[in-house]
């Protein structure tokens, strides 16, 4: 008889970082339900393959103990239909960088024009996570550094094989 | 036995303009109660009075319908402080330009600090309030320029009576 | 015997949008005359062939009734040459986020080194214009969003039909 | 009986430096006519009297061959009420940070608002200008450094004895 | 024989934060000497005292173990000047932010304009400092929030002295 | 028995402008040595080989006289990594926009975590080399502009020849 509301976190996740995870706990104490939606088809070629990613947002939802509040769902299209098609009033984006700001701002009064019942939300990661990124993790991972503080440990397994590295003993 | 999930969105308020309502009734979409909190002090000498910036809210509330949803309070001290005796989980503030986000960052930044509890929630104004401030507003008022597309009416009648200038016929 | 000032826009037009056309309308304001200047050869491959992406502009001037004063024209080679080989003393270009701020600072310090007499002119399309780009058009005509409100009619038809889309009905 | 394009060149110029002789200069090549605009009460109490303004722009002017070319004149209230009262066409404006850029579009919308007939127009000065302000030349000088290379001669000399130094020899 | 290599680091530190001595200990590193120059006048009212600040920033150094390695002076004037006087060879500035990064650049073109001899080399504070600002410790403190994780222990006490709070217990 | 402090100063270079010679020659000033560290497999493919790349930088050391002072090494994997095997104290970058600030940010916060016992250290261009980049140079070479006040000659002459122009006599 309450509204449920609910919210969707859009994005490439290629791969998960513990960036994303500090902004998804942060959106399930805000919203009664919480969607991650992974783009199937983004403009710029992932790294992982979709089930990959799918993969490695649950490994590591089940890890920090999120995986009972936190939906995984993969999409195509416009992510406002989708997260109209969800029944969702809110889309989560973490925001770090001025030059994300930016994008950020151009994406938000877009997906406005869109489908003005949605609200983008921003959220702010940890300090220490201001300038974490899926690129420059993987850009970390390929020279052979180690990226396990960055990302939940099931990624770094398998970034360091991707890039034939072995994790250090 | 759902938990109630209040916002407080904070500010001077100096007036209050048409982009400050306009994250309201976002913010009104997103959460159970919202708490518009008005600093009794803040740092630069506000032109309005306490009481005075307090009735323009509550008459701009009423004229556009958002007086049942949303409370007006005025605080000292710290905003975490009050947000936390009020029992709130989100504190709201409108993201506008670059220069703004760096500021919020920084706030937000040290908020977390001293209240890790406390959710900095941004929301994007429509595009038309993009580039709207109170300075702005009261910026042109002194010039005798028309200030009415900006402002609630109860806002005009009274910044354009303090500077002297009589509403346009 | 007075002296015509006219002025060279620039640009890759990939396609023209709605925010194109209201630096020019403000140009032609400006300037005795104004040329619409198509990069054939664009360091990033465009979508659209040169004599599309002409065709749409000369379609889009005629629409909104700039055909009489605006001229289109496909350059190759340096844009500063080229203005100088039409005797224009002004390169317009439109303004809208900080990123773009910085690109078009490091491109019209280069273009004075290179060439000294033409001045580099900023205008700033309408608020409602503010983040539209060509990208993100694109973007929301391949994921089937409606890209009408954004977009001259013809680009509109060319750009859902390229995707594979009909116009909603 | 052809349309004169004149435009106006507002600010507080506490006090003109070469920067804004160099934005008047390429304006000149632009308009028909340029009109230095000195807004007789900023917000800010500027250090120089209106009418010691207005002679180092005179002064300036000369000293630059720029007094045919260029009309000077105060104002109070709104630049675009005065510009209209000119029949200017474009309100000219130096763009040199980003921080800059954010105010002239807060203004330059809000200005648009305003008055519609009128257009912002920004220039960029030189790249050796790009990072001076009057501001930044005040506070050179009050502490006793070479401030010449940076202003009119006029100007040097009355900043130098307002701070009780002497020009070097 | 070998080249002492020096440096100064300018600023008002009003009162000196954590992130300051962050920067000084890497400075420390670099340079075979690094002296602290505080602003005896800045342009800005200091709400500490001169030999207040100097007494904080001697404490501080002394609790972190850097009393030997750096020297405190206060200097009027230009700091090039100053600079030169110690004949040091940098100039540390700590970067945090994109709007400090503007005033940062417009501050050294200028100081090389006026003493090219002198280098200005940017440090980048701890990720958990790149926010920390002595205006915001203070406006912290004025409202009775808990300084004592971004400034030395005497600073911690004089400011909330200052503001009539004592240290919780 | 003084400790040597020695930097690095890693890039693509592809190629070497004027503005890293500028950055080297400041570089040269506050270390006892420095090595320019040439990334041998950037992410982005470069235009020159890595053995060209070597080469012009060696050939304008020796045009500018640095080439007693500068060493010249190229380099896979984590700088971080070969800047410790050279026994390097610092890193030096040289810093132009804001959007190159903010990389900078998030690689100098990547980098510490990695090593912390690497100091970033960012110098400022000279003011006309401040918009000067690899790919400008290479964008104006590309369509026949005159490149050589941006860079060492024997540059000019390979960018020249690769883009089929000849040095204009």
Redesign the interface.
Known sequence: M?KQ?TAVYPGTFDPITNGHLDILR?AC??FDGVTVCIARNP?KEPMFRIDDRFAMISEALDEVGLDGRVQVETF???I??YADSLGA??LIRG?R???D??FE??????N???NSRL??????P???H??L?SS?VK??AR????IR?FVPSGVARRLMAAYGHTLGE
């Open positions: 309450d509301r942060r104490d805000l403009s195509d299209g416009l406002v239909d009033i809110a925001l960088a001025v030059s700001f930016e701002f151009q994406m938000a009064l877009m406005r024009h869109l609200h983008t939300v921003y959220l702010m940890k300090d220490e201001t300038y990124s420059i850009n970390v020279h052979g550094g180690d503080p």
